[in-house]
């Protein structure tokens, strides 16, 4: 019987992905126990305002030229067809019946891990499911019930400041972001124009 493999789960709205996803997701690839690393996604959620979010296939498409050099990291559009809005025990309990030999994983920033109580059915994913935490600067504390919880293991990743947020104000104002972004994503964007200021009509 082979053993099944352990996948760390990377949530994400990748809008776009950068540098400091990439570092992460292999960090956690490299530095832990996970096999591998599937970038998941997020899809739109058509009862919220889209402010500048792109398409889901061209995030997707992104995600997919960003990691293709990278045998241990995968993108994933598995919550693409799931009801919305969707909740990530959701998604997990999708995974399982889909890929039955595989072990999966969560991983989070500390800055989610502060907000996780909030989260639907946060005791059952808890309970279910091993959570790996990397470091991020960011106000809150860390709840009493998450230290030294066994199915919690903080990794020490580099802390990435890095946002898209912040690459998608940039291209608007005509920065050259070219190093924040992996080459053929940078390549993508400037071909299709994306995130860049509209002339005035």
């Known amino acids: 019987m082979s053993i099944p493999k352990k996948i760390g789960l990377y949530f994400g709205t990748f809008n776009p992905i950068h540098i400091g996803h990439l570092t992460i997701a292999n960090y956690m690839v490299e530095f832990s126990d996970l096999d591998e690393v599937w970038l998941v996604v997020t899809p739109h959620n058509p009862h919220k305002k889209r402010s500048g979010l792109l398409d889901d296939h061209h995030r997707l498409t ?7 050099d990278f045998p241990k990291l995968k993108d994933s ?96 104002r005509g920065k050259d972001i070219r190093p924040m972004l992996p080459h053929k994503v940078w390549k993508y964007l400037d071909e299709m124009n994306f995130y860049q200021k509209k002339s005035p009509q």
């Open 77 to 172: 559009n598995i919550e693409f067809d799931l009801p919305q809005p969707n909740y990530t025990v959701n998604t997990l309990a999708h995974l399982e019946d889909k890929y039955p030999d595989h072990h999966f994983c969560l991983i989070m920033g500390e800055d989610n891990l502060k907000s996780f109580p909030k989260w639907k059915n946060y005791e059952i994913i808890l309970d279910r499911y091993a959570i790996y935490v990397y470091p991020r600067i960011s106000e809150g504390t860390i709840e009493h019930q998450f230290k030294s919880h066994p199915k919690i293991t903080e990794v020490d990743a580099p802390i990435m400041e890095l946002s898209s947020t912040f690459i998608r104000k940039s291209i608007a």
């Open 62 to 68: 992104m995600v997919r030229i960003a990691v293709e």
